[in-house]
C-alpha cells in the first residue's frame, strides 16, 4: 500500500501508444480497485484494443506507466504479467482449436505448476478442475469437444473458462458478448456477475445494456484520452459522453 | 487386462525387434535385411527427434542434420582423440556437443517462426556442414572421418554386425518410450499448446520463448544420439551427413508418416529407406517415386499415412 497507488488492483498513468503518427493512447490515467467492476466503453478507434494489448504486454506503451496490484510492471512481458494474476478473454477468441475443451482449460490451470515434467501426464484434479469450471461456464458435457467443433456462443464460453482458468486477479474481458444472441448475452453476463466479487474485472463492451448492468464503475474513452469517468447514472447524464458515443451509439 | 494385454504386446514386438538378427540368421538375404533395418532405425530414431519439433512444437526445421552430423563427428572424434570405445564416452560426447550446439542455435533462431525459422535453421545448418567440409584436421574434411570405432559398454563388445544391430534397437526403442511419454505429459501438451496458439500460451503465463528453446535443444540432443549410432553403424561420417540433403530426408520421413504422430516417423523413415536401398535396385527411377511419394502426400494427405490409417479406419467405424 501507500504512495500514490492506494491499493488499487490496476492502475495506470498517462500512457501512451503511438503507431506511427497516431495517437492510439494518448495520456490515458485510471486506477480500479480491488473488487471493482469497470466498464471501458467508447466509439471505435477510441483505443480500448490498444489498451487492453498495452496492459497485457502484448505490445509496449511509448509512454507512462502500468501499475498491477502496486507493482510498477510496465513493458514486462505478457507471460510474466499472467504470472502476476493478470488475464484476458480475447475479442477474437484464442483457442487451442484441435483440442478437447477440457485440455484448452487443463492447460490454462497447469500453468501455475509450470510445463517442465517431460514424463509425467496432467494430475487428474486439474482435469476436475477443468470439467468444473465447464461446467460453471455452461459447457457440461462438452468436455470431450474439440473447440474448433464448438457454435460461436460455446467459444465464448470457452474463451472465458480458458481466462478464469489461470485464477486471475485481475481480469480484462475484451467484449464477452461480442456476436452472441440475446438469450447467449443475457446468460453470459449473468456469469460475469457471478463471478466472485474479490475478482478485479476491467471490461470492454460495446452493449451498452450489459456495461451498465455489470460495471460499479465506467471509464470514456475517446481519441486516446479518457473523457469521464464515474457511476453509470453520471456517465448517462454526461453531456460529452452523449455527444461522441452513448447519443450515437442510441440512434444507431 | 486390456493394459496388461497391450503391454504384453509391446514387449514382445520390442523382443523381436532386438533379437531380428538371431531369429532371421537362417535367410539368405539376413545380413543384408539385419543392414537395412539397422539403417531405418538410425533415421527413425532422427526422424522422431525432428518431429519434435515439427509436429508437436510446430517448429519446421529444415536444418536438423547440423546435430545428427555433429553427433556422428563428436562419437568417432571423442573414440579417436580420448583412444576409447566406450559407450558411455563417444554417445556422451555426441548428446553433449549436439545439444549444445542446438542451444547455441536455438538460442538465436526460436524466436522466429514460420518460412523465416525454415531458412534461419536451413542457413545454421550449412555453417555447421561448412565447417564439417573445411575443418579437414579434425572432420577429414571431404573425405569425411574413417575408422569410427564401435563401442563397448565396459567389458562387452558391441563392434559384431548383430550386436550393433541390438544396440541401435535398443537405443531407438528407449528413444520411442520417451518421446511416448512426453507426447502424454504435460510438457508434451504445452509444446502442442505453443503450436496451436503461441499468444495465447503467453496470455496463460507460459515463457514460450523458453519452451520452443527447450524443444529446440532435446530435439538436437536425440538427433546427437541418431547421429552416433549412424556414426558407429557405418563405421565413417561423411559432412553430407549434416547437409542439407540429410535435413530434406527426415523432414520427408516425418510428413509421409505423419508429423505429430509418435508411429508417423517410424513408418516413413522406414518407407524412405525402402524405396532408397530396396527398391532402387530393382527399379529404376526409384528416387522420382520417392519425390513423387512426397509430393502425393503434401497435396493430399497432410496427416501423412497415420492420418489416411485414421480416416480410413473412421469410416469403416462408422
Do not use: C
Request: hydrophobic fraction near 50%.
Amino acid at each position: 500500500m501507500g504512495g500514490s497507488s492506494g491499493g488499487a488492483a490496476l492502475e495506470v498513468r498517462d500512457l501512451r501508444r503511438e503507431f506511427g503518427g497516431i495517437k492510439a493512447l494518448d495520456g490515458v490515467t485510471f486506477a480500479v480497485g480491488p473488487g471493482e467492476r469497470r466498464g471501458v466503453i467508447g466509439p471505435n478507434g477510441a483505443g480500448k484494443t490498444t489498451l487492453f494489448n498495452v496492459l497485457t504486454g502484448e505490445v509496449r506503451p511509448t509512454g507512462g506507466s502500468v501499475r498491477l496490484r502496486g507493482e510498477d510492471v510496465t513493458g514486462r512481458p505478457t507471460w510474466q504479467l499472467a504470472r502476476r494474476g493478470l488475464a484476458r478473454m480475447y475479442q477474437r477468441n484464442e483457442l487451442f482449436e484441435p483440442l478437447e475443451t477440457r485440455a484448452n482449460v487443463a492447460l490454462a490451470i497447469g500453468a501455475r505448476r509450470g510445463p517442465y515434467r517431460p514424463l509425467t501426464a496432467a494430475p487428474a484434479v486439474e482435469l476436475e478442475a477443468a470439467d468444473l469450471l465447464l461446467g460453471q461456464v455452461g459447457l457440461a458435457g462438452r468436455e470431450r469437444t474439440p473447440a474448433r467443433s464448438l457454435s460461436h456462443g460455446e467459444r465464448r464460453q470457452l474463451e472465458l473458462a480458458v481466462a478464469l482458468a489461470a485464477s486471475p486477479q485481475v481480469l480484462l474481458l475484451d467484449e464477452p458478448t461480442a456476436g452472441m444472441s440475446p438469450a447467449e448475452t443475457a446468460r453470459i453476463a449473468d456469469l460475469i456477475a457471478s463471478l466472485d466479487r474479490t475478482l478485479t474485472i476491467l471490461i470492454v463492451e460495446h452493449d451498452v445494456d450489459v456495461v451498465f448492468r455489470l460495471a460499479d464503475r465506467i471509464s470514456v474513452l475517446h481519441e486516446g484520452r479518457v473523457i469521464a469517468d464515474g457511476t453509470a447514472e453520471e456517465i448517462r447524464g454526461d453531456v460529452r459522453v452523449n455527444e461522441v458515443y452513448l447519443g450515437k451509439a442510441v440512434r444507431a | 487386462m486390456r493394459r496388461v494385454g497391450s503391454w504384453a504386446a509391446v514387449a514382445a514386438v520390442a523382443a523381436a525387434l532386438v533379437s531380428f538378427p538371431y531369429w532371421t540368421a537362417a535367410w539368405e538375404s539376413s545380413r543384408y535385411a539385419t543392414t537395412v533395418l539397422r539403417d531405418m532405425l538410425v533415421f527413425a530414431t532422427f526422424a522422431l527427434s525432428l518431429n519434435l519439433l515439427v509436429g508437436y512444437a510446430g517448429m519446421p526445421s529444415l536444418g536438423h542434420a547440423a546435430y545428427f552430423g555433429a553427433g556422428a563427428y563428436a562419437a568417432g572424434i571423442a573414440g579417436q582423440r580420448l583412444a576409447t570405445d566406450q559407450l558411455h564416452v563417444t554417445m556422451g560426447a555426441a548428446v553433449l556437443v549436439a545439444g549444445v550446439l542446438a542451444l547455441l542455435i536455438g538460442a538465436l533462431v526460436v524466436r522466429s517462426s514460420g518460412i523465416f525459422f525454415l531458412m534461419l535453421t536451413l542457413a545454421f545448418a550449412q555453417m555447421v556442414f561448412a565447417i564439417a567440409f573445411q575443418w579437414t584436421e579434425v572432420t577429414g574434411g571431404s573425405n569425411g572421418f574413417p575408422g569410427v570405432r564401435r563401442p563397448s559398454i565396459g567389458e562387452l563388445d558391441l563392434s559384431a554386425p548383430d550386436r550393433v544391430f541390438m544396440l541401435v534397437a535398443t537405443v531407438f526403442l528407449l528413444v520411442t518410450w520417451l518421446l511416448w511419454r512426453i507426447s502424454r505429459s504435460t510438457y508434451g501438451r504445452a509444446l502442442i499448446g505453443v503450436r496451436e496458439n503461441e499468444r495465447r500460451m503467453r496470455a496463460l503465463g507460459y515463457d514460450t520463448t523458453r519452451l520452443r528453446l527447450s524443444a529446440f535443444v532435446l530435439a538436437g540432443a536425440l538427433a546427437g544420439v541418431a547421429g552416433a549410432l549412424a556414426a558407429y553403424s557405418a563405421r565413417f561420417v561423411s559432412p553430407s551427413d549434416a547437409g542439407i540433403g540429410t535435413s530434406v530426408t527426415a523432414f520427408v520421413m516425418v510428413l509421409i508418416g505423419g508429423a505429430g504422430t509418435l508411429l508417423g516417423p517410424i513408418l516413413g523413415a522406414g518407407i524412405v529407406l525402402y524405396i532408397e536401398r530396396v527398391l532402387s535396385s530393382s527399379i529404376p527411377y526409384a528416387q522420382t517415386v520417392l519425390g513423387l511419394l512426397f509430393i502425393g502426400f503434401v497435396l493430399l494427405a497432410r496427416q501423412g499415412i497415420i492420418g489416411l490409417a485414421r480416416r480410413a479406419l473412421a469410416l469403416a467405424t462408422r
